[in-house]
């Protein structure tokens, strides 16, 4: 496990510089592979944008987030995909395009939420409700599921208090890892 600070990636992030965040994704890459990983995973949606600059350099092959959301959903029968997270996520093209997003309005105070909120451990009630509205919206428009695309956005949000099934990214992905890494061989191995 390596990452950069946050703030270095919302750096790269707030002035549109993908690349730049594919090269702090590299660096985390490389000091990963020299440790001995097989394979590499990223639990944040967001920086996924920078993977077409990291996958052809990369010394390890990734697990990409939205790929495996994209595969649980089938695999569970849903058809009609609502998709939360940061703005740059739902503004981006990690998920696909059919992808129901949050209107501008929405974007904006969930990523609000996400940003001075929840990273901050602050988990209000009135989060909850926001969110739920939005699925709700989504739910009308014909979701019959929603993405949670932010790794913060689980601390609040479930299928227990979602009017849609939730596919939490995060969780499918750490899941994605431990299969993969049963059947990954060990650098030892080689």
């Not at 549109?16 to 001995?36: F, H, P, R, T």
């Not at 939420?113 to 209000?124: A, D, Q, R, S, Y």
């Not at 014909?142 to 609040?156: M, N, R």
Request: charged residues 25%; proline residues 7%; glycine residues 6%.
């Amino acid at each position: 496990m390596h990452t950069h600070p946050l703030a270095e990636y919302v750096r790269c992030i707030e002035r549109g510089d993908w690349q730049a965040v594919g090269e702090l994704m590299l660096s985390s890459a490389n000091k990963l592979a020299k440790a001995g990983a097989d394979f590499l995973i990223c639990p944040d949606n967001t920086i996924h944008q920078a993977m077409p600059y990291v996958e052809p350099r990369s010394p390890l092959p990734w697990l990409h987030i939205a790929k495996v959301v994209i595969a649980d959903a089938a695999a569970r029968g849903f058809r009609r995909i609502g998709l939360t997270g940061t703005r740059w996520l739902v503004e981006g093209p990690v998920y696909p395009a059919e992808y129901l997003r949050p209107n501008a309005a929405e974007r904006e105070e969930i990523n609000r939420i996400i940003v001075e909120e929840l990273t901050c451990g602050l988990f209000k009630p009135e989060a909850v409700a926001y969110f739920q509205g939005v699925m709700e919206r989504m739910k009308d428009a014909g979701c019959d599921a929603v993405v949670l695309g932010c790794t913060e956005i689980p601390l609040i949000m479930n299928d227990a208090n979602s009017p849609l099934p939730t596919l939490d990214s995060t969780r499918l992905l750490a899941r994605a890892a431990l299969r993969k890494a049963r059947v990954a061989p060990t650098a030892h191995a080689r």
